[in-house]
């Protein structure tokens, strides 16, 4: 009879996941990060925040070069006009067309050009560590929402599983009671749990739809209703002895972005105390110039007067800051105390990791002993369960007994199933956290 029941139910499983598979597209776990990364406008929005910072540190490093610029002038006069001895000549209208090019190049400006490379450089590192904490989030986000589905869909299974069970021994019983060797009564309680267990069923089945619709909305899909997701192979791969939280916070303070990226930022505005600093430095600048011009007062043609008038200079310039209404000087207090701000903001990034750290071991740990738990009740219910169904078939059970034997295995079963799954859930975000 066991064997029986068995084998219809694994011929049942089997059709289900067959019509399942068929009728819906598989996701992995891997297709649904990549496609959650691609379509997240999050992760869009801090790759272009990444770009503009890519810009700005390659133009810091762009303004050590000099510069070069050529300009053009043309002028009318009337009455008394320049010509090109420097001499003041009346003529009733006159022009002049002029031509310049000039270069310059900073020699010394504090360290300012240099101090701002390096804050640019921060900035941009701390650019990409935010990209990277974003992604991660979604990479959680997506596999929370992965295992949910999973969870519900081995919960609907179980809840098929009992149903089919239920609708073989009506079955059965039917004949009994045809046969006049069963009261009628009975088939009743049969059909009462058989509705019990199909309210369950459907329960199951609304319970998974809905973890789909998460899935979806996370990975920003239209729709949901023919999708599905794959089992992973090294599901329950995960380490058996949970590390401490002291050395994995230990590791995350190594590797976790949302460090880094305080780091970085901490940095930036401390080269920015430096940039405000160098206003107090002369700065020094080199040029060069060359000009030339054409004046129509002038019997000579175009092409002698630009080379007869052609003019070259070269020349340093020095600058010192004397007073300028102590703007320096409030520019250096207002950098300090964004520097004392980014130190507060990193101690407090690293509070708040500690305390989700110490938060994920604690949840791992109590998901540890609950799955080993559910799989002692699970065994133990097994147990009962058979036994309950000798005595009914030997006439020393009632059918209410039977029933009671198989909801606490049904109960057991489902306890063990989602402890299942939140250990596994619990350990990864423990991992998560000293990953590199």
Request: net charge neutral; charged share 25%; glycine share 2%.
């Amino acid at each position: 009879m066991e064997k029986k029941i068995v084998k219809i139910v694994f011929i049942l499983c089997s059709l289900f996941f067959a019509l399942w598979a068929n009728a819906q597209q598989m996701w992995t776990l891997e297709q649904c990060i990549d496609t959650a990364l691609t379509n997240n406008r999050n992760v869009k929005q801090q790759h272009i925040a990444k770009e503009a910072r890519t810009i700005a540190y390659e133009q810091a490093r762009m303004d050590l070069l000099p510069n070069l610029n050529a300009n053009a002038g043309q002028s009318f006069a009337f009455g008394l006009a320049p010509a090109s001895d420097n001499t003041l000549q009346r003529s009733p209208n006159s022009s002049r067309t002029s031509f310049n090019v000039s270069s310059s190049i900073t020699l010394f400006d504090g360290l300012r050009m240099k101090h701002n490379i390096d804050a640019k450089k921060a900035d941009l590192y701390a650019s990409e560590a935010d990209l990277k904490k974003i992604k991660e989030d979604i990479v959680l986000s997506v596999s929370t929402a992965f295992l949910q589905v999973l969870m519900n869909k081995e919960l609907l299974l179980l809840a098929e599983d009992q149903l089919a069970l239920t609708k073989e021994s009506i079955n059965e019983r039917k004949l009994l009671v045809e046969n006049g060797r069963m009261a009628e009564g009975e088939l009743y309680e049969l059909l009462a749990q058989e509705a019990k267990e199909e309210l369950s069923r459907v329960q199951a089945g609304n319970a998974l739809k809905l973890s789909l619709l998460d899935l979806a909305q996370i990975l920003e899909l239209d729709d949901f209703r023919n999708m599905d997701v794959a089992v992973p192979e090294h599901l329950m791969d995960v380490e058996t002895a949970l590390l401490s939280p002291e050395t994995v916070y230990g590791n995350a303070l190594v590797t976790r972005p949302e460090i880094k990226s305080s780091e970085y930022k901490l940095q930036s505005s401390e080269k920015n105390v430096d940039i405000a600093r160098s206003a107090y430095y002369p700065v020094l600048s080199f040029g060069a110039d060359v000009s030339t011009g054409y004046y129509d007062l002038t019997p000579n043609d175009f092409s002698t007067q630009l080379s007869d008038n052609m003019s070259t200079s070269l020349g340093f310039t020095l600058r010192i800051p004397i007073f300028n209404k102590f703007e320096t000087k409030n520019r250096v207090r207002s950098a300090r105390l964004e520097v004392e701000n980014s130190k507060l903001e990193m101690e407090n990034t690293k509070i708040a990791l500690r305390k989700t750290v110490q938060q994920a071991y604690q949840n791992a740990l109590a998901a540890q002993t609950r799955w080993a738990s559910a799989g002692k009740s699970e065994k133990a219910a097994q147990e009962a369960f058979r036994f309950a169904n000798q005595k009914y078939n030997s006439g020393r059970a009632t059918q209410y007994e039977l029933f009671q034997a198989k909801n606490n295995l049904a109960q057991a079963l489902s306890e063990k199933t989602q402890a299942k799954y939140e250990y596994v859930f619990r350990s990864m975000i423990l991992e998560l956290y000293q990953a590199p």
